[in-house]
């Protein structure tokens, strides 16, 4: 069973300012790691993905850094805007099935 | 292109009801998975299907239940109601036979009174 640990809970950054997500998986996983922002009301839409044999993705003001052998990775949201307050989470899949298993979420809130 | 929709979009029932939520997959997916959400928690996955069978579940009773239709639809079924059943029901597609990337629709929101 993937555990997925997702950090902090909730942060609060100015407009303008850079809002970094953590997140730490214990299991061997394969495929991709993506990262999800949930509107209220709204489902998980897939933000951004990135493979395990790469070790930076970006795209546009979205990066997710990955460190495989800490079993780790993070978004950064550079340049934070206010449509950016929303609650993101991680997730990573399992080696030998099909499920993704989630962080327990961050509420980003972006201040003007 | 219609991305993942899932109807209805809210539902009231009462403890001990049936209850069958719908989803279409993305254009091009045949891969459809269930998660349920509760509030301020993240998704937990009941189970997927793929070529009309139940590849895998989760931690979920068999009160949880579903189908996928040969056009890659899919229904999931819950019987005899419980108030803890009460959450987000998100429905998830993907492409192909790996873990490609899924895409979550918007959800149904379910209350049990």
């Known amino acids: 069973q993937q555990q997925v640990k997702q950090s902090p809970q909730s942060l609060i950054v100015q407009k303008g300012g850079i809002s970094i997500i953590n997140c730490a998986y214990e299991n061997t996983a394969f495929d991709y790691f993506p990262w999800y922002q949930q509107f209220p009301g709204k489902g998980p839409a897939l933000l951004i993905a990135?493979?395990?044999?790469?070790s930076e993705k970006k795209e546009g003001r979205f990066t997710i850094s990955f460190n495989k052998s800490a079993k780790q990775f993070s978004l950064h949201i550079m340049d934070s805007q206010p449509g950016d307050s929303a609650t993101y989470f991680c997730a990573a899949p399992s080696s030998n099935d099909y499920k993704l298993s989630f962080g327990a979420g961050t509420t980003v809130t972006v201040r003007a | 292109d219609a991305g993942v929709t899932q109807s209805p979009t809210h539902l009231i029932k009462t403890r001990g009801q049936q209850v069958t939520l719908r989803c279409s997959p993305k254009s091009g997916h045949d891969t459809v998975s269930w998660y349920q959400q509760a509030l301020g928690q993240g998704p937990q996955f009941i189970f997927q299907?793929?070529?009309?069978?139940?590849?895998q579940r989760g931690n979920f009773p068999d009160r949880f239940s579903g189908h996928q239709f040969p056009n890659y639809s899919s229904e999931l079924n819950v019987n005899a109601l419980l108030l803890g059943d009460s959450a987000l029901y998100l429905c998830a597609s993907a492409e192909g036979n790996s873990n490609q990337p899924q895409h979550f629709g918007d959800g149904t929101r379910l209350s049990i009174l």
């Open positions: 990135i493979r395990p044999d790469v």
């Open positions: 299907y793929y070529e009309e069978e139940e590849r």
